[in-house]
Structure formats: C-alpha cells, structure tokens
C-alpha cells in the first residue's frame, strides 16, 4: 500500500524557517504532479504550491515569495522550504502525490504534520 511519509514540522518564531518532507514510504512510483496543501483550524484546505514532473512550479498568492516548492524524482521525495514564516502559516500541512496508474492518476495524501508559527 502507498504511504506518504511527512517530516519537518514543529514551532518556530515568526519570521523563521521550516522545511517540510514528505516520501514515498516501501515503494517506487510513477509520480505526475506534487502538491502541498495545509488547513487551519475552522478554514478551508488550501493548495499553496504545485509541482510538475518537468519542476515546473505554482504557488498561491498568500505563500508565494516565501516558499519554494522542489522534487527530486529518484527518491520520490517533495520539499517544501518555508521562510519568513508568519503566524497565519499555523496549519496542519499535507503533501500529495499524483501517482500513475497505467492512463489515470490517483491522488494519494500523507497523513499531514503540524506547523505552529508563535512567539
């Protein structure tokens, strides 16, 4: 079974820096895009950033200048590097992989970690 494994959340200082990981845990896959999401309590999911195969990147305007989305195909690993970071960016974060499977592409979700901006 496909699991995302996601690493790098915690609490930091507004106007610090957090860098999430989320991998492929057992297996290889066939990957197209990778997306990170995040949720705040009583809001909305929210895509904040997108990746292609090919690096093409996509941000939302509330993240970008300050994160940067990044892939590396052969561990079937996405990052998302966090700077400047301000205490509306308190969310769980989750990642997303598009996985093939033959012509179709099944989204599947890590298990999100949790991301406290405070002083």
């Known amino acids: 079974q496909v699991q995302l494994v996601e690493s790098g959340g915690g609490l930091v200082q507004p106007g610090g820096s957090l860098r999430l990981s989320c991998a492929v845990s057992?297996?290889?896959?066939?990957?197209?895009?990778m997306y990170w999401y995040r949720q705040a309590p009583g809001k909305e999911r929210e895509l904040i950033a997108t990746?292609?195969?090919?690096?093409?990147?996509d941000y939302s305007d509330s993240v970008a200048g300050r994160f940067t989305i990044s892939r590396d195909n052969a561990k079937n690993t996405v990052y998302l590097q966090m700077d400047s970071l301000k205490p509306e960016d308190t969310s769980v974060y989750y990642c997303?992989?598009?996985?093939?499977?033959?012509?179709?592409?099944?989204?599947?979700w890590g298990q999100g970690t949790q991301v406290t901006v405070s002083s």
């Open positions: 997303v992989f598009g996985v093939r499977r033959g012509t179709a592409i099944y989204n599947r």
């Open positions: 057992g297996t290889r896959l066939s990957i197209d895009r």
């Open positions: 990746i292609t195969e090919g690096g093409n990147t």
